[in-house]
Nanobody
Framework: EVRLVESVGGLVQAGGSLRLSCATSGFTFDDWAVGWFRQAPGKEREAVGCIASRDSGSYYADIAKGRFFISKNNAQKTVYLQMFSLKPEDTAVYYC????????????????WGQGTQVTVSS
């Protein structure tokens, strides 16, 4: 069974930082990309970025470039989303997902999803 489990998010002040983790199991970690997405109330789910399989690179949506960074630990089959300079508009439920990573990856490119974790940025 494929499983992706995000770490607990939290409440952060604007300008602060937060790191989320995504623990994976049930699939060959090296063969799949893992992406991060987010969904704010009343809005569609949007891509944050993704890290490709076999250390072949990562891609970021414009909302994340220069502030968010994705990395992974192959031995622990865990992917991280490090977020800096957080803004109130970054408030959303953040999801990790297993799938295919491209420069314009969309939710439809991902097969299995975590349950999501709430990140709230206060002004």
């Amino acid at each position: 069974e494929v499983r992706l489990v995000e770490s607990v998010g939290g409440l952060v002040q604007a300008g602060g930082s937060l790191r989320l983790s995504c623990a994976t199991s049930g699939f060959t970690f090296d063969d799949w990309a893992v992406g991060w997405f987010r969904q704010a109330p009343g809005k569609e789910r949007e891509a944050v970025g993704c890290i490709a399989s076999r250390d072949s690179g990562s891609y970021y949506a414009d909302i994340a470039k220069g502030r968010f960074f994705i990395s992974k630990n192959n031995a622990q089959k865990t992917v991280y989303l490090q977020m800096f300079s957080l803004k109130p508009e970054d408030t959303a439920v953040y999801y990790c997902a297993q799938g295919s990573c491209f420069s314009n990856s969309r939710p439809a490119d991902f097969l299995s999803w975590g349950q999501g974790t709430q990140v709230t940025v206060s002004s």
